[in-house]
């Protein structure tokens, strides 16, 4: 498959099509990107940035948010198998990565370790926002890579305006996996007062893969008697929860509070005779003063708090058990305009306390936090908007014996240009610096999970990194969609190296990776366009049909520029196409994924091929009186292709899943 590297003139090309109707714009201008401080639509941002909501999202959905977000414009995932898996962008994962959860942090530990799950669902989501680059260091040092801000509606901030609940419920069931799921809904509210409730249910057996779970060059290098073949151990999944939310509203104003739990069971795939059992329960408090003052357009305060605890259990018996309870305060004051300048300022405090405890626990207790101050102003002439952004923040990890402090200033600076309603063209620089997480100073144990043993260094000093963003977005007419190139150079880049030596544990041999230092370069570029065939849809025209390609595309390079090697787990280039067509209550899609091979690897780090994956969805709705049921069916892999991620860990003994499909009901009401 060859992607069309023709559309990218249609892009640039404002008289590729003749403007003879009104064409409705994209979503680019309908959707509000609450990850922006200023609430701005995706083409008002400085920094690209991706939504996922109401049919996309359900479309796109898996059971973790890594996988949920892969194959979006520079989001892959590090695929710790069925049960764990958290989204990277642009080559950067972990802790450069922040995800959040109505606007403060999750509060999990899967910044950890890739096995451990992203302490959220994404069944009962409003929706997904991925926003990519350096400008969203208001959000903090580690979030150079960019935001993952997932929304839903546990806190109601407007009044209930039905007569009756409303809400829904779904169903799927998957073969590749046995996956059955439950989902649902329900709103209520009366005057002042709105009320919200959710719950889910998950579970799935080991999946069905399309040959070995080990890749063919780890077997030749390591040949074993016994190859699982056919299904990978151990990759099975049983996940629940429930919400229970509720606001008060009044014209310049509101207050809500709401209570979450979630508990999850799966298996690790490194290792057949441990899984790992997780239970989270967050409390979450939310509420805004609308002009309180001549001079105050808004104030916002969130505030959450996060009692986490996941066990991994290694036959039958706790080997380490992970504890981490905090919170994360936040607030904004957006101020009015003045002189043209339009922006707001915050602080931020997050702590936590956080062990991991039992026999092979490799990091010790620890006690974080951080306190942040943040500012960003606006300021438009004409054509152009200037935004610019700085933050300071102060991180203390304390321990039984050692106290570690840091301090890191993030400033950025991003021009918007709209030369006409069609086009908007961006650019963006930063400078950030990031704090060493305590599992980077201090590690030193086997991690059973990820079959490593794992050495930190407490004398890591701060990172630091100059990034630049350049975007073009193309918002209304017959082709839309944008293309991004980016550059990022770090000082002390820390990773987690593999050193060439063993550890030995009761006969077995174990990898010993450490936490190192050096320079790293990245740079890339996105793309994401679509050509509409048919009309597009106008507001007097609901039922028109619709008919797009759309064409996806990234490519990142990471390497250490002193040494020329490449720096590991990154993804190779990748291409989608795909045909989206509507007509009244039907929908149908069919997309060809190509990933190339990544031949270009780190120290002790296999090549991965590529593959080509083809998948297909149908879907139909039936409006009965009040109430809307879509009955849908996907097809995943349909050419039974032996598929894995060179940016997991796991990526040479877990390949992601066979041919399969997907069937179920969603109704609203």
């Known amino acids: 498959m060859k992607c069309k590297y023709s559309f990218l003139s249609l892009l640039l090309s404002p008289f590729a099509y003749s403007q003879t109707t009104d064409p409705k714009p994209e979503d680019l201008e309908e959707v509000v990107v609450s990850a922006s401080p200023l609430q701005r639509t995706l083409s008002e941002l400085a920094q690209p940035a991706t939504v996922l909501q109401g049919d996309q999202l359900r479309d796109k959905m898996q059971s973790t948010l890594g996988e949920t977000l892969n194959g979006q414009p520079g989001v892959s995932s590090t695929n710790f198998g069925p049960g764990a898996s958290r989204p990277i962008i642009r080559g950067l994962g972990d802790d450069r990565v922040r995800i959040l959860q109505n606007g403060t942090s999750v509060l999990d530990v899967s910044n950890v370790s890739p096995d451990h799950a992203v302490a959220a669902d994404v069944s009962q989501l409003r929706s997904i926002e991925v926003v990519r680059g350096p400008a969203t260091l208001l959000y ?268 890191a200033l993030s400033l950025s600076a991003g021009i918007v240009y709209e030369p006409n309603e069609d086009y908007a063209i961006s650019y963006s620089m930063a400078y950030s610096q990031r704090p060493p997480t305590y599992i980077e100073l201090l590690a030193d144990g086997l991690h059973v999970a990820t079959g490593t043993y794992e050495e930190g260094d407490a004398s890591l000093g701060t990172e630091s990194a100059l990034s630049f963003d350049l975007s073009l977005r193309k918002k209304t007419g017959r082709i839309t969609g944008s293309v991004s190139a980016f550059y990022y150079r770090f000082r002390d880049f820390i990773s987690l190296q593999p050193t060439g030596s063993d550890f030995i544990d009761g006969g077995d041999l174990f990898p010993i990776f450490a936490y190192e230092t050096s320079a ?123 598929a894995r991620q060179s940016t997991s860990f796991l990526k040479d003994v877990a390949p992601l899943a066979g041919r399969g499909m997907i069937v179920g009901i969603r109704t609203e009401f």
């Open 520 to 642: 790293a370069e990245f740079y890339g570029a996105e793309m994401e366009m679509k050509l509409h065939l048919l009309e597009p849809i106008t507001a007097q025209q609901q039922s028109a049909d619709r008919l797009d390609i759309v064409l996806r595309a990234d490519y990142v390079s990471a390497t250490d520029p002193d040494t020329n090697e490449a720096l590991p787990r990154i993804a190779p280039f990748r291409c989608s196409l795909g045909l989206d067509y509507q007509k009244d209550h039907l929908s149908a899609q069919i997309e060809g994924q190509w990933v190339t091979d990544q031949d270009r690897t780190a120290d002790y780090e296999l090549p991965t091929a590529g593959y080509f994956m083809l998948n297909a969805g149908l879907s139909y709705d039936i409006t009965l009186a009040q109430t809307r049921s879509t009955i849908f069916i996907k097809g995943v892999n349909l050419l039974d292709e032996e």
């Open 140 to 407: 903090g040092p580690n979030a150079v890579g960019g935001v993952v801000n997932m929304i839903d509606d546990r806190i109601p901030d407007t009044r209930f305006e039905g007569t009756w609940p409303s809400g829904s419920f779904e169903t799927r069931y998957g073969s590749v996996d046995d996956l059955f799921s439950n989902s649902g809904s329900v709103k209520w509210g009366k005057g002042p007062w709105a009320f919200y409730f959710d719950a889910f249910q998950r579970e799935t057996n080991d999946i069905s893969i399309p040959g070995f779970a080990r890749s063919r060059r780890l077997r030749d290098l390591d040949p074993q008697p016994d190859e699982a073949y056919g299904t990978l151990p151990n990759s099975f999944s049983d996940t629940s929860g429930a919400s229970l939310g509720g606001s008060y509203i009044w014209d310049r104003g509101y207050i809500g509070l709401a209570y979450s739990g979630m508990d999850s069971n799966y298996g690790t795939v490194a290792e057949e005779d441990v899984t790992i059992d997780m239970h989270q329960r967050r409390w979450e408090l939310r509420g805004a003063f609308y002009e309180p003052s001549e001079w105050i357009k808004e104030i916002n305060y969130k505030f959450s708090y996060s009692d986490y605890d996941h066990a991994e259990i290694e036959g039958g018996a706790v080997g380490t058990e992970f504890l981490i309870d905090g919170y994360n305060l936040r607030s904004e004051l957006q101020h009015q305009p003045w002189h043209g300048f339009t922006g707001v300022f915050g602080f931020e405090r997050q702590q936590n306390d956080f062990s991991a405890l039992g026999d092979e626990a490799f990091l010790p207790t620890v006690e974080n936090q951080v306190n942040s101050i943040f500012a960003f102003e606006e300021y438009k002439i004409r054509q152009f908007t200037l935004q610019f952004g700085a933050r300071y923040d102060y991180q203390q990890n304390e321990t039984a014996t050692l106290d570690l402090d840091f301090n």
